[in-house]
């Protein structure tokens, strides 16, 4: 089992940053694969970005991309998410998720542990 547990959301107003962290617990070695996904009211669950454990090569999805920076510690076995200038419509919850594949899958159906969410508001 692996645990994951996010924090660092909170309000922000348009153009603001913030970092979210995600702390990983448990047989995290077998995981090879981190991700951020967000969901907000309404919508379905969608991808932000992932980063390899082993090679530290990441992907983002289209909407955050050149805003958002995914990176992780593995000494630390946490993973955080830059997200700057920020947008009302990035206002979601926003879960950590890992997967043991190597591949840095965009499907949260190929994720198998999640942590609880934390929730980022962008005010306009």
């Known amino acids: 089992q692996v645990q994951l547990v996010e924090s660092g959301g909170g309000l922000v107003q348009a153009g603001g940053s913030l970092r979210l962290s995600c702390a990983a617990s448990?047989?995290?070695?077998?995981?090879?694969?981190m991700g951020w996904f967000r969901q907000a009211p309404g919508k379905e669950r969608e991808f932000v970005a992932a980063?390899?454990?082993?090679?530290?090569?990441?992907r983002y999805g289209d909407s955050v991309k050149g805003r958002f920076t995914i990176s992780g510690d593995n000494a630390k076995n946490q993973v955080y998410l830059q997200m700057n200038s920020l947008k009302p419509e990035d206002t979601a919850v926003y879960y950590c998720?890992?997967?043991?594949?190597?591949?840095?899958?965009?499907?949260?159906?190929?994720?198998?542990?999640w942590g609880q969410g934390t929730q980022v508001t962008v005010s306009s």
């Open positions: 448990g047989r995290t070695f077998s995981m090879n694969a």
């Open positions: 998720a890992a997967r043991p594949g190597v591949v840095l899958t965009t499907s949260r159906h190929e994720y198998d542990y």
């Open positions: 980063i390899s454990k082993s090679s530290g090569s990441t």
